[in-house]
Every structure is written in C-alpha cells, then in structure tokens.
C-alpha cells in the first residue's frame, strides 16, 4: 500500500513539473527542478510522509545524519552553543532544517535554563509534526516558523541543510559554459543545456565535459541571515570543502549526489520526490558571502576537531558499546569526521570560539 501511494505521489510531482517546464517554454533551470523534487508542497521529497532519516535501511530511512547516530553529537555542540549564548546575552536558539528533531532534543536536554526559546525554521510540513511528537517534553520553550523573522538575536545552528539548498548547474563543453538545466523527451525528463553568462568562481583550467555547481541560493540564505542577526553567531555543520577543493580540475562531474534506502546515485531526474538531491558546500563561498553581508567568520575546521575541541571525547568515557562505535564514526576520516566541516559566524559579539581553539582552518578558505 505505501508504494502505491509513493508511486501516486511521484508521477503528480512529475506531472506538476512537467506543467513547470511546459509554462518556462520547455526549458526548466535545474535550481528550480530541484526545489521542486524536495520542496513542492505535498509531493516534494522533503514534503511527503515517508521516513527519511534512520540508521538502517530495514528501517525505511534513507540516510543517517549525525545526531542520529550518537546523542554525543548535540551534546558536544551545546558546548559551543553555551559560550555563544552566553557571549549574545541571549537565550534563544534557532535551528534550521531540524529533521528528526533529534539535534533539538539534544541541544535542549544538554542546556536546559540557558535555552528561553527555542525556534525551528523548516519548511516541510511532515517534518514538523515528528518533531512536535518528539519534542513534546520541552513545552513551551519551542516554536515553529517557517520563514525567517525581520530580527534575530541569539545562536543559529544548521546540520546538513546547505548542502539541500537548490543549486544550479554549469556544464563546460570545451568552448564555452552551458547552464545545464532540465526538458521533456518522449515524456521523460532529460538535461538540457543552453549558453549562459553564470561562471564558476574561480579561473581554473577545466575539461571538456566538466560539470560543477554554483550556491546562489546558499550564498543568499547567508546574507539574509546577515541581515536579520542582530546580535549572535551561527554555526553550520555540512559536508564539503573550500574553494580549491571544491573546484580542483580532477572533480569532474562536480558533487551532486541522490540518498536514497542508504544507497547514492548521480541521476536526479529519476524517481523524482522519492529520494534526497545534495551538493556539498562550498565553504569558501559561504564565508565570502558572510563576510561581504556584514558578518565575521569566526571559525573553520573538520567536524572531527570541532567536536573534539567541544569535548566529545570526555563525553564518551563510560558510554556504552554502541554509542562509542557509533561516536567513531563521527570522528574517523574515512567516515564523517574530515569530509564533514563547521563553519562559525558571528555579529556585534566577541566570541573566541572553544569549537576552533585548535585546528582552525579559516586560511584555507
């Protein structure tokens, strides 16, 4: 039966798409097939009622973020969170993109009186109602938005949702860069290029047939947080790297990818609404657009030493068995711990950040 009704849900996400590409004149950026493949109301992957975060495939997740697999994990980072609170004068934490609700629950339980309000910012209707049957205990302390408000003071903390932002894609044929983009052929969706003025940022030497991403929609996310953070910092834990690594000439296909049941594929056209679309950060355009919007980057690391320096290996001393293995895995380079970074920003505080008293990498940005 929930086939059946994923199967239902899928072909009305193609059908509004395909309307989509119909009303642009047969031609649909890929930022806006994106959006639409997680965000349409109802149909989109993050909209619809079906499980997307878990542990294991059996259990009819489709990956694993990192507060699902330690409790350490929000534990570690209300550490920082602390001294940050405590740096604005504030009490009130907002969270963007909160999933499962389990980095709340986290964060919630480690700081207890120092959190007055606790606000989460997500746009999937689903999401919010597990996340108000899992957060139930904290009462009134939450709210839900689901639009950034005209002032903001506090700590904003986001775990994996720049990499869902909706990104564009450029296509180098050898001559010139296309804006790869998405049409209708024999009733399935194909890619579609055609010329555009959009560069990659930086002057390197690509070859023929690269494919790579541009944040357009990262990078103004981060300036209107700018904008509206009067006084506070943030700290935002993604996959991705800086600028050199982001574009290094042997990335070739650039870094889209699709989750789906804890498996990855690169077609984002197929099975469209049933499975996650990401591209990893690019964190040196995050701290550009940051900077340029009037904040201060005020840290950059691996998760590994942030988390480290956040204490998280005091925390584990007595833990049992499976929270230390699962710990590990937050920490270990050939798992979450070197792809995985921490980016922290900040505005009208002084703040010296415990997350990157060591291993700081702001000079590589």
Excluded at 332 to 346: C, D, N, R, S, Y
């Amino acid at each position: 039966m929930q086939s059946n009704e994923g199967d239902s849900v899928s072909a009305a996400l193609s059908r509004r798409i395909d309307e989509a590409i119909t009303a642009a004149g047969g031609w649909l950026g890929f930022d806006r097939f994106m959006a639409m493949a997680l965000y349409e109301p109802g149909l989109g992957y993050y909209s619809r009622e079906s499980r997307k975060f878990g542990a294991l495939p059996e259990s009819g997740s489709d990956f694993v973020t990192a507060p699902e697999l330690s409790p350490l994990f929000g534990r570690a980072l209300a550490r920082q969170v602390a001294q940050a609170l405590a740096a604005a004068g504030s009490g009130e934490v907002w969270e963007f993109g909160a999933g499962s609700g389990a980095l709340a629950a986290q964060l919630l339980e480690s700081l207890g009186e120092r959190v007055t309000r606790y606000t989460i910012v997500d746009l999937s209707g689903s999401l919010r109602a597990r996340q108000r049957e899992r957060l139930a205990a904290f009462g009134d302390k939450l709210r839900w938005v689901d639009a950034l408000p005209e002032r903001m003071a506090g700590v904003i903390v986001g775990n994996e949702v720049l990499d869902a932002m909706p990104v564009q894609l450029l296509h180098f044929d050898s001559a010139q860069w296309l804006e790869r983009g998405v049409a209708l052929e024999g009733g399935r969706f194909v890619w579609s290029d055609r010329p555009t003025e959009l560069r990659p940022p930086v002057d390197a030497a690509f070859a023929p047939g690269s494919v790579t991403e541009i944040h357009a929609q990262a990078r103004a996310f981060v300036a209107t947080l700018a904008e509206r953070l009067e006084r506070g910092a943030a700290f935002f834990i993604d996959y991705g790297f800086p600028e050199a690594e982001y574009w290094h000439p042997q990335r070739r296909g650039g870094t889209l990818m699709c989750h789906r049941a804890h498996r990855s594929d690169e077609d984002p056209l197929a099975d469209v609404g049933e499975k996650d679309i990401t591209a990893h950060v690019d964190f040196t355009g995050i701290a550009l657009a940051a900077q340029d919007a009037g904040l201060d980057v005020v840290g950059y690391t691996t998760q590994a030493r942030f988390l480290m320096n956040c204490g998280i290996l005091d925390l584990l001393r007595g833990a049992d068995v499976r929270t230390t293995a699962n710990t590990q895995k937050l920490l270990t380079e050939h798992e979450m711990g070197e792809l995985f970074k921490v980016i922290g920003l900040a505005k009208g505080i002084e703040l010296d950040p415990i997350g990157f008293a060591h291993g700081d990498r702001t000079h590589t940005l």
